[in-house]
């Protein structure tokens, strides 16, 4: 009897929270640079800074474009921040996910909601998020007035927004509590390894 064995597989969308000081742009840059996965470009409607570069930085769009591209429900999720909208687009994520390329998206648990609304197929074949918790808010204040960035009042307002973050991690597949560094990046490259064994996943 031959047993046919998958050849090809499907990339996976990793969906990355957490609070400011948590770690999680650390976690997934590290990983990208492991060559476990590429960070999903967004698009934005601002002005491109120097040195940034169309489609590897942002892909960069007029507001008339972006709003388009809504209207035709092109983006997992989108936000207006400080006036200008930043958005994921499907087309991107797809293509990459089709080749088998792993995709890491770093964005707050509002964003997460709307990714995880995506009654898409491929999707749903290959989404997984992973919320990355701080061992306690103690910690959590330690890290985030260290950087000493911010005036009382501001820090006091970015950790209660941070707390009230927290209060969402039961919603995600996965929570991992910060650790050291290397602990962390060692648990968050075995979590992804596990999950490219997922049946789901063979083209």
Not at 56 to 78: N, P, Q
Not at 88 to 107: E, M, W, Y
Request: aromatic share 8%; hydrophobic share 40%.
């Amino acid at each position: 009897m031959i047993v046919q064995t998958p050849q090809n597989r499907l990339g996976l969308l990793i969906v990355v929270s957490g609070p400011s000081g948590s770690g999680k742009t650390t976690l997934c840059r590290k990983a990208c640079e492991a060559g476990e996965a590429v960070f999903s470009v967004s698009c934005t409607t601002r002005s491109p800074r120097p040195g940034e570069v169309d489609g590897k930085d942002y892909f960069f769009l007029t507001e008339t474009e972006f709003l388009a591209k809504v209207e035709r429900g092109e983006l997992f999720e989108h936000a207006k921040v400080h006036n200008h909208w930043y958005g994921t687009l499907k087309s991107h994520v797809f293509a990459n996910l089709q080749r088998g390329v792993d995709v890491l998206l770093d964005i707050d648990v509002q964003g997460a909601v709307q990714v995880r609304a995506c009654e898409d197929e491929l999707l749903k074949k290959c989404f997984l998020d992973v919320f990355i918790l701080p061992p306690s808010v103690e910690e959590l204040r330690s890290r985030l007035s260290g950087r000493g960035t911010e005036d009382p009042a501001s820090f006091e307002l970015r950790m209660a927004n941070a707390v009230a973050e927290m209060e969402h991690w039961p919603r995600y597949d996965y929570t991992l509590v910060s650790s050291t560094r290397e602990e962390d990046e060692a648990r968050f490259r075995a979590l992804i390894k596990a999950e490219r064994m997922r049946t789901s996943l063979v083209a």
